[in-house]
């Protein structure tokens, strides 16, 4: 199984379902990273908590698109015990809402920090609820996903934590932009996390170039080299491209955006498969020169 590309619904909050799987299907896309904001959220035309969950699923199936992750705004551990036991019941209807899509994943945060807060604190408040979560999730066959933001950006600490769970039902969703902000590379992200990763987030910025997003490879995330270090640790997942336009209306637009990023990541993902089989048939040719040949038999 090779990498495979999506893109998040927040480039294209005015797409119904069946536009966005029209487009993705178009422009090179094998599947979409599902974005929600609940059942009481407007913003988004293909919010999957505002429709039937079989319209999502047929509508995706029509085009041959995977739905990838149900991408919430959810805090798995907030900051009062009834905001913990809240998140909970969301995460399982979540989950719920997930399996009746055929979506494989629930994407949720980590928490809000409280003030002074041991930070080995914090990752036990997380693995605590998220383990709570782990007989559920595996009866309806969705993962969830915890994605690094804020305080928990880097890898150590994520490392730490899904050691601390040890289910085959949860993993990361890693944002390699909110990583390189907080200082880590994807050089040491990826290494380390390595098949915790089951899903990787994709966006590039350049701090005073307007909005500060850029297409891909433009600005100081170092796409290129993260794609090069995914390959690197055989990953087979998909890479999910986020242009925040839910938020930003002021950016490109979908359509003018995601297929640039489909290029560009393609082009990556082709150019070290190429080097790989290129050294491969080098590396079989010296074997073969080196290789001793058969002693032709002497007559007689």
């Not at 945060?109 to 604190?121: C, H, K, M, P, V």
């Not at 559920?136 to 996903?145: C, E, I, R, S, Y």
Request: a neutral charge; one cysteine or more.
């Amino acid at each position: 199984m090779a990498i495979k590309l999506a893109f998040s619904t927040v480039a294209c909050p005015d797409w119904t379902i069946e536009k966005v799987a029209q487009q993705a299907a178009e422009m090179g896309y094998q599947g979409v990273e599902l974005r929600t904001l609940g059942p009481g959220g407007g913003a988004l035309a293909c919010d999957p908590a505002t429709s039937d969950p079989a319209k999502t699923r047929d509508a995706l199936k029509a085009h041959n698109i995977e739905p990838v992750c149900l991408s919430t705004s959810l805090l798995l551990a907030p900051r009062d015990a009834t905001a913990t036991k809240q998140a909970y019941f969301q995460t399982r209807s979540a989950m719920e809402l997930a399996a009746a899509i055929g979506c494989p994943a629930v994407r949720v945060y980590g928490l809000d920090s409280q003030a002074g807060e041991n930070r080995q604190n914090m990752i036990k408040r997380i693995a605590h609820q998220a383990q709570t979560l782990m007989d559920f999730a595996t009866d309806k066959g969705v993962q969830l996903l915890l994605e690094n933001a804020g305080s928990l950006a880097v890898a150590k600490e994520w490392w730490w934590l899904l050691n601390v769970v040890d289910h085959p039902m949860i993993g990361l969703s890693w944002n390699v932009a909110n990583a390189a902000a907080a200082g880590e590379p994807s050089s040491v992200s990826i290494p380390t996390l390595n098949s915790r990763i089951r899903l990787i987030k994709l966006k590039d910025t350049e701090v005073g170039q307007g909005s500060g997003f850029v297409p891909l490879g433009q600005g100081t995330v170092g796409i290129e080299q993260c794609v090069k270090r995914l390959l690197g640790i055989g990953y087979e997942g998909y890479i999910s491209v986020e242009w925040d336009r839910l938020w930003l209306p002021s950016l490109a637009p979908a359509e003018e955006y995601l297929p640039d990023a489909h290029t560009r990541l393609k082009g990556w993902l082709d150019a070290v498969a190429e080097a790989e089989e290129k050294g491969r048939v080098a590396a079989e040719k010296a074997a073969a020169k080196l290789a001793p040949k058969p002693q032709a038999k002497k007559a007689g």
